[in-house]
Nanobody, 115 residues
Framework: VQLVESGGGLVQPGGSLRLSCAAS????????MSWYRQGPRPERELVAF????????NYTDSVKGRFTISRDNAKNTVYLQMSSLKAEDTAVYYC?????????WGQGTQVTVSP
């Protein structure tokens, strides 16, 4: 299983970024995919998840109305569109899948929101 995130960077408050996570090594279309982030606190926070065919999507309260998770099963890719970014969104963002009872993570992509 391999997950490769991209799309992070430095953005001003109020700006937008789109993160991508390219997946391989498993049947992507049949698994729930999640985005987590890790900021100053040591624990990773679940930001959003999307079920296998997008039938169910959930967001943490702090990003509702600003972030959108989506997936393209033909491209084995999950996305996180982030808008109206705030300083508190600054974190390393990770893609996650639970496959065969084990959590897999990408290397992470840094998002920094700063003037």
């Amino acid at each position: 299983v391999q997950l490769v995130e991209s799309g992070g960077g430095l953005v001003q408050p109020g700006g937008s970024l789109r993160l991508s996570c390219a997946a391989s090594g498993f049947t992507f279309g049949t698994y729930r995919m999640s985005w987590y982030r890790q900021g100053p606190r040591p624990e990773r926070e679940l930001v959003a998840f999307i079920t296998s065919f997008g039938g169910h999507i959930n967001y943490t309260d702090s990003v509702k109305g600003r972030f959108t998770i989506s997936r393209d099963n033909a491209k084995n890719t999950v996305y996180l569109q982030m808008s109206s970014l705030k300083a508190e969104d600054t974190a390393v963002y990770y893609c996650n899948v639970r496959y065969m009872g084990r959590d897999y993570w990408g290397q992470g992509t840094q998002v920094t929101v700063s003037p």
